[in-house]
Each structure stands twice: as structure tokens, then as C-alpha cells.
């Protein structure tokens, strides 16, 4: 029992680990090389990593997709970057709309348009600051999604993820709370309920038991005495 719960817990977390990460926005420092626009056959089970941002578009084989090809720093695992590493990365620019994630994201023309204005070339880089969720994996052709970019003056700018931190807060101090509500109503309602049904059970086994012990003396009467 010990191990099957356990394992719901890694599980449970695991989950909502890999949701935060992929839902929550990202900031990528970032030098933009080309923008480019592909039309991406959605039909089989990968479409969930796309975006739905109208039920037209859910229905649809496949669409026509804006690309933003970029050259970024390396980070290490816990998003710090390293010193003269750099690595590419695609990301895709797709409205969501009102559809999950829910960044109400409508424009998609627009943040193209501001990207093809920041490419730049090796030598002469501008770079900037791109905001995405989602996440890139080339065995399933899965690419974050833009959502927002801004010029930077260097390439070692810090960005704070003030959304993250406060959503996190938010979720501890919402989960607290709800832990002290829950207990002050179990203490309050569901304790007493179930000690005065525990209560009533015990009188209701010893009234059946007194009764057993008064038929048994009865039936014991008619005993023959011999």
C-alpha cells in the first residue's frame, strides 16, 4: 500500500511539473536569423503541441504556420546560461486566442513583423528576449510557442520571471489557505459528525449485545437443568 501511494504521488507531481513547465512562460536571450512561414500537416496525435485558436482551426488537416528561426545562448539545466555557448532554436508563432494556454495571444502578424525587424548577422548581432511556452523536440516536430519578443542591448541581460514567481506564491498561499479552511471545517463539522456517529454506533452494539444477553438467559430457563 505504502509503495501504490508513493507512486500516485511521483506521478501526480511528475504531471503537474511537466504542465507548469511547458504552460508557464520562458525567456530566451536570443539573435534573430530568419522568419519563415510552412504549412505543417496536423493529423495525428502531436496535434495537442499545436495551438487551437478557433474551432475552425482544430478541425483543419493542416495549416499554413509562421516560423521565427533564431540563434540563442546555452542554458544549463536550471536556466543559466553559459559563457560563449550558443545553440539554435525555431520557434513557431501562433495566435491561441481563447483556447488553452490561455494567453489570449491575437498578434501573431504583428510579433512576425517585429522579428523579421530585429534579424541580424553574426557579425554585426542584435539580440533580444524572447517570451514562448511549449517545448522543442525534433523527434516530434514539436516547437515552442512565441509569444512576445523585445530588443536587448547584450546578450548577458538578466530577466527576472516575475509572472513564475508570483504564481508560484499565488499557489502556495492559495494551497495554505485551503489546507487551514479544510482543517478548521473537518474540526468544526467532520469530526463531531463522525465521533457522534462513532458514539451512536457503540450504544446501538451494546443495546443488540444487552439483548442478546437477555434472550440467552431466557433461552438458558429452558434448559434441561440436569
Known amino acids: 500500500m505504502t509503495y501504490m501511494k508513493w507512486t500516485f504521488r511521483i506521478v501526480l507531481w511528475s ?18 536569423v530568419n522568419t519563415y512561414q510552412e504549412r505543417q500537416d496536423l493529423g495525428d496525435w502531436t496535434r495537442i503541441f499545436w495551438a487551437h485558436p478557433d474551432d475552425q482551426a482544430a478541425n483543419l488537416a493542416n495549416r499554413d504556420v509562421q516560423f521565427i528561426q533564431t540563434v540563442r545562448r546555452k ?20 495566435d491561441t486566442g481563447w483556447s488553452w494556454p490561455f494567453y489570449f495571444k491575437f498578434d501573431t502578424a504583428n510579433l512576425q513583423t517585429e522579428a523579421d525587424d530585429l534579424r541580424s548577422e553574426k ?16 523527434l516530434w516536430s514539436t516547437f515552442p510557442n512565441a509569444v512576445a519578443i523585445r530588443p536587448v542591448d547584450a546578450p548577458d541581460v538578466t530577466v527576472i520571471p516575475w509572472f513564475n514567481i508570483f504564481f508560484f506564491v499565488f499557489v502556495v498561499v492559495a494551497w495554505a489557505f485551503a489546507r487551514a479552511a ?19 454506533w457503540d450504544e446501538m452494539s451494546s443495546r443488540v449485545n444487552e439483548k ?13 437443568k440436569k
Open 123 to 138: 557579425e554585426n548581432p542584435e539580440w533580444a528576449v524572447m517570451t514562448h511556452y511549449g517545448w522543442r523536440n525534433e
Open 15 to 32: 504531471t503537474l511539473f511537466a504542465l507548469a513547465h511547458y504552460t508557464l512562460p520562458q525567456h530566451d536571450v536570443v539573435r534573430v
Open 182 to 200: 479544510w482543517r478548521q471545517f473537518r474540526q468544526r463539522m467532520v469530526d463531531p459528525a463522525v465521533q457522534d456517529a462513532e458514539e451512536s
Open 75 to 94: 542554458t544549463w539545466l536550471l536556466g543559466f546560461y553559459q559563457t560563449g555557448g550558443e545553440e539554435t532554436m525555431v520557434y513557431r508563432n501562433e
Open 212 to 224: 442478546r444477553g437477555r434472550i440467552r438467559r431466557w433461552l438458558d430457563t429452558w434448559r434441561d
